[in-house]
């Protein structure tokens, strides 16, 4: 089993940054695959980003390709997202996931595959 402990969420005005950390627990981080997800008042929940057990490949939901980018860091059992040209729209409660896979390239971006979560961290971006 995986605890997931996110930091990082604050209040921001649009257009800057934040870097959302989620540490985990346990020796076997790189089994799991990981996902960060948001979900806002009144919307469904949805994968803004996600990489493999390996490290080696991620996918960006299409509403925050190119500003924001997903990382791991193996040797502190840490995956990070940097969010860069913050949007009014991007405001929400962003979790972190991790899925026990069987192979290190594997991808998941749908929720109801991920075995474990974090609390959530609030990002606010103001207009």
């Known amino acids: 089993q995986v605890q997931l402990v996110e930091s990082g969420g604050e209040l921001v005005q649009a257009g800057g940054s934040l870097r959302l950390s989620c540490a985990a627990s346990g020796r076997t981080f790189g089994r799991y695959a990981m996902g960060w997800f948001r979900q806002a008042p009144g919307k469904e929940r949805e994968c803004v980003a996600a990489?493999?057990?390996?490290?080696?490949?991620?996918r960006y939901a299409d509403s925050v390709k190119g500003r924001f980018t997903i990382s791991r860091d193996h040797a502190e059992n840490t995956v990070y997202l940097q969010m860069n040209s913050l949007k009014p729209e991007d405001t929400a409660v962003y979790s972190c996931?991790?899925?026990?896979?069987?192979?290190?390239?594997?991808?998941?971006?749908?929720?109801?595959?991920?075995?474990?979560w974090g609390q959530g961290t609030q990002v606010t971006v103001s207009s």
């Open positions: 996931a991790a899925a026990v896979v069987v192979s290190s390239g594997v991808i998941l971006t749908t929720a109801t595959r991920y075995d474990y």
């Open positions: 990489i493999s057990g390996g490290g080696g490949s991620t």
